[in-house]
């Protein structure tokens, strides 16, 4: 059943049904709020997205989900429970990585079983190795998630004072170093030190530019790995229809072309087809990038200045597709390496890339309960420059030829081979998401004080909030997700200091009477 809501309540227009959309729609629409959600696509899940194929739908956007329990606070928060509405399936073996020497690794989701997997790889003293640098991620991640992740708004001095009083963070930060080097010192075989310098790729990033610090990205996914039974468009699906059940109501093919500002506050948006929609508070679910380079009107391009001209984080040329594969046995996540990581970051850095890339390849149908059919559906993927670094068009043929060839060193190939229309480069990430460059993860992660450069909920133009990889905490599905809470919190909580008579309880045990948050940190 839809919830009813008072003609005179609160209206949130939300511009974008990204996940981060999508979780602060429900958000809202849960706490009393007459939400309207508008998109420029058929359909919610933003950068979650499918493509037809002969097997059915096959994600052509995030296929990892990790940190359970950020989805589990939001599904709880709504009034209900996360198994309830998608099915996930735990993947006891995280991923299988391949290596042109022939060789190949497991990672598990229990650390003794990887501890050991690593000791038939590279031996007893890389399997030590790896425990020590485990136990790094580990702390870093606990360290760093109530500071960072789960705050609304971090500052440098703040997170100083964070560390000053747990000084045995110093060591495992390693703060003048990059992730690159630090793994350098800890693993003596390269192969592992390229395996897990691999994550700064997950936040746009790669291993040599980005701090040290982001070592905690293993422990994300040595937390568990799940799969969304169905795909993780699904996922997407499931959130839409809590928000719709509390009242939300979604508006696609909408193309928002201007948000309107009216004695300073965010009043509304004009759709490209001059429909005028009227709100008391906009939420927009799209790259900050885009409202400050006057995307959406001159009036909101005062909005995250900093996004115009800092460097922007990785693009990728994705592919998505239905066929039948030769070769290796594959797991549903699988990791290709070339033999060396740096010439590849290095090549992409100047808006170049290599005849033989590190690809990443899920096979969707595997690590689920049932047979595997046939076809069977593909994600590849391929880290590349954003357009601002590479502005030309790659051609269809040097893509395939690239990324097909690579594997088919490895024993793989596919039959039929992918066609044009199951392919994604650079310029279609720009085409699907105007203003972003193309770049996947929004601003640049690079550098040591790159996550204090991330726009927060809150910006100059009253009544008008931010959610989204682009925003703080950061690119990936559950970051996105977290962002999306932070900005309803901040929504509720200025709603009440401009109206103090109003007292109403957000989902999860926040006050916005007395601005107080005692929810799911």
Sequence with gaps: ???????????????????AGLAG???????????????????????????????GPVDAGPTVLTLRPVFESLFRDLGTRLEDHVTLIRQSLLARHFWPDGSRLDLFDD???????????????????????????????????????????PRPAGLAGHVARRPWLIPDMAPLSSLARSLARQ???????????????????????????????????AAGVWVVQGGMHRLARAIEGLARGHGARFYYNAHVAEILVENG?????????????????VLFNGDPRALANGQFGTATAVVAPQTRRAPRSLSAEVWAFAATPTGPDLAHHNVFFRDTAKPEFDAIAKGRSVPDPTLYLCAQDRGVPGGIPAPERFEIIANAAPLTRAPNET????????????????????????????????????????????????????GMTAAFRRPTARTAVPGLYLAGGGTHPGAGVPMATLSARHAAEAIMQDRCS?????QTAMPGGISTGSATIAGDR
């Excluded at 425990?131 to 760093?144: E, Q």
């Excluded at 390229?194 to 996914?221: C, H, K, M, N, S």
Aim: charged letters at 20%.
């Design 1 to 19: 059943m839809t919830a009813r809501k008072s003609p005179q309540a609160h209206r949130a227009l939300v511009v974008g049904a990204g996940i």
């Design 25 to 55: 729609a429900a958000r809202l629409a849960a706490a009393g709020l007459d939400v309207h959600v508008l998109e420029r696509h058929p359909g919610p899940g933003g950068r979650m997205r499918c493509l037809p194929s002969t097997a």
């Design 111 to 153: 650390p003794a079983a990887s501890a050991a997997a690593i000791a038939d790889f590279a031996g007893p003293c890389a399997a030590e190795q790896f425990r020590r640098f485990s136990g790094r991620a580990r702390r870093l991640f606990d360290g760093f998630d109530g500071p960072m992740m789960q705050a609304p708004a």
């Design 187 to 221: 693993f003596d075989d390269p192969r592992l030190a390229q395996l897990f310098g691999r994550y700064a790729t997950y936040v746009g990033g790669t291993p040599d530019r980005v701090p040290a610090l982001l070592a905690l990205i293993w422990q994300a996914e």
């Design 265 to 281: 506050r965010a009043a509304g948006v004009r759709l490209a087809d001059g429909t005028k929609h009227r709100a008391d508070t």
């Design 395 to 446: 051609e269809f043929e040097t893509c395939r030829t690239r990324t097909f060839t690579t594997l088919a060193r490895f024993g793989l190939t596919f039959d039929p081979p992918p066609g044009a229309e199951t392919l994604t480069t650079p310029a279609g990430f720009e085409h699907l998401f105007p203003a972003t460059a193309g770049s996947l993860y929004g601003q640049s992660p690079h």
């Design 498 to 502: 401009t109206s103090p008579s109003r």
